[in-house]
């Protein structure tokens, strides 16, 4: 992950937060706005939450409108990391394997898309074998073949030149690292990956060096999409990727306006997955998040690409008067501080503890925008969407309990306990672009303060994060003791969600994610044993396990898990939210109603 699947809060005044946080209590007791529909049509408070809002109104036709104030990273598939990106993608991109278009934790699950079923799964869970479905096209109407999903796959291995996107594949396929990518490929077809054959263009066959049992969902992440040699334009792809999907782009200018239209030699019949309502799919992006709230509101766009919740002002407005308009949805991230052990007095589980104790944890639900739209006080550190969460049941700080505003006893024993009874200096470090994590830190800071912990805050520009908090050479030099981020699982187990953060061998020079700097060998084992498991039960028992060594090494002070106040206009149809995409609604069969 780039920090995260999903980017690009808005740009929003800090002291909005707390108001927001007050007046939206007041809307979610019912001050205001109605449940049942209200205005215009709308379904109804929460009706596409987990579950189908207007189901059977979709109609062919008609232009599909998308707002935003984020743009994708890459809308190349190799390169492509963020979630609404990898959502978004499905118009012009199919994989062998994808989420399946249904509401909640079923969309987590993989489906057919390209192959005619899921994997024939042999050689002890090493070997995996696709047959391709008959009528699959490219744009041009030249077929799809297994050497095109090979070289799409390639591609992950040429991170000079596509850097950005997950690498699970290639960390999978290849983990000597032996294979140099297809632009550096010294064979002719510039298809010499070894771990994949394509003994013809209907077949392809997987060859893992380890069983991975999470293998079949990292082929259903966008970077397993196809790419044709002849239309590789390189690191230029994401301006026009070529489509093998029912919608083709049209015209793209980065940071303003992507429309997509129908792919004339896309087959419905070869194509289970995608309904194709719209005929013109448009991507608005604004500068102002008031803005584009106001225009959703107004009704001139049917909803945020980014998924990530109304602005403060905007969503007061719509939880007032446009009620029936706004879902709800737990999003699967988690918001959290994090404590570098490079960092003293980090170093010290007992300092790391006392910052958790001394945090007043209502007080940062808060900051984030209280129960409704920043989500209930988070506990431990697996999503709820995540096989092994359980949920805020587990709690062993008792954050949500009786320390939910903080424990100064608890705090000042671990202080002692780690050999700093006066209290301690650091640094909290926090992206300077996202409003919402500034107040979280301030209100960590004020509730530190009062068990003798100083923290000053350091805010970092949001877009240099990887050099930044990325670089444990610059948290050590800077004294970043304190990290603010947020994390969602790349796909729904364990493995997508917590391998990046938690094992030693995800510590990078550049680009890291295991800020905590964690090696331990019981948790980096626990893996090892995951990811052979095939058995589902015993792989959320490994999950569950995971977990709890996370927390009881008191690296994370989790926040909240997240929930958001998303706007879905009254004339969309077959709208839901779905569990493989964190908690968005799934974007590939939205129509408009008839």
Not at 232 to 248: A, N
Not at 384 to 411: H, I
Not at 564 to 570: A, G, K, M
């Amino acid at each position: 992950m780039i920090t995260q699947r999903t980017k690009g809060r808005r740009k929003k005044a800090v002291a909005a937060a707390a108001l927001a946080a007050a007046l939206l209590a007041t809307a979610a007791c019912g001050g205001g706005g109605t449940d049942d529909g209200g205005e215009g049509g709308a379904a109804g408070f929460d009706a596409a939450n987990n579950k189908v809002a207007q189901a059977s109104e979709a109609a062919k036709g008609g232009e599909l409108k998308f707002a935003g104030v984020q743009d994708a990273d890459s809308w190349d598939t190799t390169r492509g990391y963020y979630g609404f990106m990898w959502n978004f993608s499905r118009y012009y991109s199919r994989q062998l394997v994808t989420n399946k278009t249904e509401p909640g934790a079923k969309g987590a699950e993989v489906t057919p898309d390209l192959a005619t079923s899921t994997a024939k799964i042999t050689n002890d869970g090493k070997t995996y074998t696709y047959t391709l479905r008959d009528g699959i096209t490219w744009e041009d109407g030249k077929p799809i073949t297994s050497k095109d999903i090979k070289y799409g796959i390639e591609r992950v291995w040429a991170q000079d030149v596509l850097s950005g996107g997950p690498v699970y594949l290639r960390d999978v396929l290849d983990p000597k690292g032996e294979y140099k990518g297809p632009y550096k490929d010294t064979s002719p077809d510039k298809l010499g990956l070894k771990a994949i054959e394509t003994p013809d263009d209907k077949t392809i066959v997987f060859n893992l060096p380890a069983a991975n049992s999470d293998f079949e969902e990292m082929l259903a992440l966008t970077s397993a999409s196809p790419v044709r040699q002849d239309k590789d334009t390189k690191s230029k792809y994401g301006l026009k990727p070529f489509s093998s999907g029912p919608y083709k782009f049209q015209s793209y200018t980065p940071n303003k306006k992507l429309v997509l239209v129908r792919n004339e030699n896309w087959k419905q019949a070869s194509d289970p997955v995608r309904k194709a309502y719209p005929d013109k799919i448009s991507l608005t992006l604004f500068t102002n998040a008031n803005d584009m709230d106001q225009r959703l509101i107004n009704g001139d766009y049917h909803l945020d690409v980014n998924q990530t919740g109304m602005s403060p002002q905007g969503r007061t407005t719509a939880l007032k008067e446009h009620k029936g308009n706004l879902d709800n949805p737990v999003s699967g991230y988690i918001r959290y501080a994090v404590f570098p052990q490079t960092v003293k007095p980090f170093d010290n589980i007992h300092c790391r503890n006392a910052v958790i104790y001394g945090a007043d944890h209502e007080s940062l639900q808060t900051a984030r925008g209280g129960p409704v739209a920043g989500g209930d006080i988070g506990t431990n550190m697996l999503p709820p969407s995540v096989p092994g969460s359980e949920g805020q049941k587990y709690d062993p700080f008792e954050m949500a309990g009786k320390n939910k505003k903080g424990n100064a006893a608890k705090a000042k024993e671990e202080l002692k306990a780690c050999g700093q009874p006066n209290g301690f200096k650091t640094t909290i470090a926090v992206r300077n672009n996202k409003p919402v994590e500034v107040a979280t830190a301030e209100s960590l800071q004020a509730s530190l303060k009062k068990v003798g912990i100083t923290a000053e805050i350091d805010q970092f520009d949001g877009a240099q994060t990887t050099g930044i908090i990325g670089s444990p050479e610059n948290v050590k030099k800077k004294g970043y003791g304190i990290i603010i981020m947020g994390w969602g699982p790349d796909f729904p187990s364990v493995q997508g969600y917590g391998l990046p953060l938690w094992h030693s061998k995800y510590i990078l020079e550049s680009g890291n994610n295991n800020f905590a700097m964690i090696e331990d060998k019981t948790i980096d084992g626990l893996f090892d044993q995951y990811v052979k498991e095939l058995d589902d039960a015993k792989k959320e028992t490994i999950a569950t396990e995971i977990n709890h060594k996370v927390m009881e090494g008191g690296y994370y002070l989790p926040f909240v898990f997240e929930k958001f106040i998303n706007w879905r206009s009254s004339d969309l149809a077959n709208v839901y939210t779905t569990d493989g995409y964190s908690g968005m609604y799934d974007f590939v069969n939205l129509g408009l109603k008839k």
